[in-house]
């Protein structure tokens, strides 16, 4: 069973423009983690963000979690094409396991 | 350098046959993690361990095994029980409340 479940599934933008991802998960976690993975890759960790913060920036990334809408979301602003990837949310607690469940992805394509 | 490896990057198995993926690192991490990533999907869960000697079931492990006898090493059997093993395997390890470091990942084949 998935954890996060994320929307859009794609988005397509063109470069400059910003762009938004959300993620919703069922259960209390101890922190939420973005993913970037380029086609046929591993994942690569872009940000974390605890369960008593509410807005986390890094760079041209920002996220910000909602634990009473159990919630998270990913701005990226200003595009770039080199941004085009999926990305994911992951949650390090699922019913009271610490296992790692990662969401279903957001696709995004970023025209130049 | 530390990081995870996985190997190998490609792998062809045939019908009946068993197979092993390999993932190693040296971050000296005590959690590792397996997942199944099938075209155009996520993540999926195979198996999870959070210490050595113990290893947890995720979201879909029939037709896989593993095993944890070092820290540094977590290999993943996928056996003839599983039907259709045509994946992306990822490899990743954490720390406590860290990141997850992922491996390259392994493409396995059924030929």
């Known amino acids: 069973s998935q954890q996060g479940e994320e929307d859009p599934q794609a988005l397509s933008i063109q470069e400059g423009e910003n762009a938004t991802m959300n993620c919703s998960y069922k259960?209390?976690?101890?922190?939420l983690q973005w993913y970037r993975q380029n086609s046929g890759r591993g994942l690569v960790h872009l940000i974390l963000?605890?369960?008593?913060?509410r807005e986390k920036h890094s760079g041209r990334l920002r996220v910000t979690l909602d634990t009473s809408k159990k919630s998270s979301s990913l701005l990226i602003t200003a595009s770039r094409a080199a941004d085009t990837a999926s990305y994911f949310c992951a949650t390090d607690r699922s019913y009271n396991t610490d296992k790692l469940i990662f969401g279903t992805g957001t696709r995004l394509q970023v025209f130049p | 350098d530390g990081g995870i490896t996985q190997s190998p990057k490609y792998l062809f198995r045939k019908e009946g046959q068993n197979v092993t993926l390999s993932c190693e690192q040296n971050l000296n991490h005590d959690a590792m993690y397996w997942y199944r990533q099938d075209p155009g999907q996520g993540l999926r869960l195979i198996y999870y361990?959070?210490?050595?000697?113990?290893?947890q079931k995720g979201d879909i492990a029939e037709g896989y095994s593993v095993s944890r006898e070092k820290k540094e090493s977590f290999p993943l059997t996928v056996t003839s029980a599983q039907k259709n093993p045509t994946a992306f395997y990822l490899c990743?390890?954490?720390?406590?409340?860290?990141?997850?470091?992922f491996g390259q990942g392994t493409r396995l084949t059924v030929v």
């Open positions: 259960t209390s976690i101890n922190n």
């Open positions: 963000i605890r369960s008593n913060e």
């Open positions: 990743a390890s954490t720390g406590a409340n860290t990141e997850a470091f």
């Open positions: 361990s959070q210490i050595v000697n113990d290893f």
